[in-house]
């Protein structure tokens, strides 16, 4: 929380399980949540809670346990998320997403991806949460982008305008996205990303092959808004809950694009996303993945997306951000 006040940020995102938080029906464990309240009321950081992962208890009958998912039953969320907004009214836990990319075949329980299904799950969980705490706002689990891939993943712009179709305006003040960056420029539209990325020189090919919305910070989040308005829903932002480029190198053979991205361009880019965004206007509070995965879990795919060394030695994104104008 001190790095996020040293660059001038004031929100951090946090995941949280429900599933360690509520091993036996209705026994709240907020034991471990509640320095993370503290560390950031001092800090005057607004934090944004992502709630994931059903307890085994709340899952369907012969659940795949090797993947997490969501509950049977939606109201056994509701009852967690508003005990969770309840406890901490009035502190700096701002907002609750519900969920995280369920378009998604492991991130719903290996289960059929069904966003009639995902709007079943929020429409309890908003209303328990406005029910204990008016002033959080309820954010939308953010898709993946993803293009449609059978049973593993259901295209992002499809997923949501389903769940537009099934009243996602009436129940979020904001709508979750994860514009991924990939190897290819903020600014950089998912029809010239292929141009872009030979004219820098690419190995990851993804733009070029299998050319889609999705490998491009930009057309994601214009394609979100353009969904959200052409459903009524101008007046709601879209929340960018999870968004980067990897560089430096992949640690994992399966994110070869990170192979491409120097920690320059990782700078660049991001802070142009950033400048792109309040500009356009209806853009919520942005969370950039991550902050210390280097720190925290070296090595992994995840730390790929880092802003500071292991040693907490600010990487050039870092003093860009810090230098960035708010």
């Not at 092959?209 to 490998?215: I, L």
């Not at 120097?262 to 902050?291: C, I």
Request: hydrophobic share 40%; proline share 7%.
């Amino acid at each position: 929380m001190d790095k996020t006040k040293e660059m001038g940020f004031t929100w951090m995102k946090q995941q949280i399980e429900w599933r360690i938080f509520e091993s036996n029906p209705g026994q709240y464990g907020f034991g471990d949540i509640g320095p993370i309240i503290g560390a950031a009321n001092l800090r005057g950081v607004n934090l944004l809670f992502s709630v994931v992962n059903a307890p085994d208890w709340a899952r369907e009958p012969g659940f795949d346990a090797s993947v997490g998912g969501p509950p049977a039953d939606p109201q056994t969320l509701a009852n967690f998320v508003g005990a969770l907004a309840r406890e901490y009214c009035g502190s700096s836990l701002r907002a609750i997403e519900i969920w995280n990319e369920q378009n998604l075949h492991y991130e719903w329980g290996n289960k059929p991806l069904n966003p009639a299904e995902y709007m079943a799950l929020l429409r309890p969980s908003y209303a328990a949460i406005k029910a204990a705490c008016p002033s959080i706002y309820v954010i939308s689990g953010a898709p993946t982008p993803a293009g449609d891939n059978g049973s593993f993943a259901m295209d992002d712009f499809r997923y949501l305008e389903e769940m537009f179709k099934n009243g996602l305006a009436g129940y979020v003040d904001g709508i979750g996205a994860h514009p991924s960056g990939y190897n290819v420029p903020a600014s950089v539209t998912w029809q010239n990303a292929c141009a872009a990325i030979q004219q820098s020189g690419n190995s990851f090919n993804g733009a070029c092959d299998n050319p889609h919305h999705s490998w491009s910070f930009r057309s994601t989040m214009e394609g979100y808004r353009n969904i959200a308005v052409v459903y009524g829903a101008a007046n709601i932002p879209i929340w960018p809950t999870e968004f980067g480029w990897a560089a430096g190198g992949a640690f994992n053979p399966a994110y070869a694009y990170a192979n491409d991205n120097s920690y320059d361009e990782q700078a660049v880019w991001t802070v142009e996303a950033y400048q792109m965004m309040r500009a356009w206007g209806w853009v919520g509070p942005a969370f950039l993945w991550n902050l210390n995965f280097r720190v925290v879990a070296n090595g992994t795919e995840k730390a790929q997306w880092g802003i500071v060394r292991n040693d907490w030695a600010p990487l050039p994104v870092f003093d860009a951000l810090r230098a960035m104008g708010k």
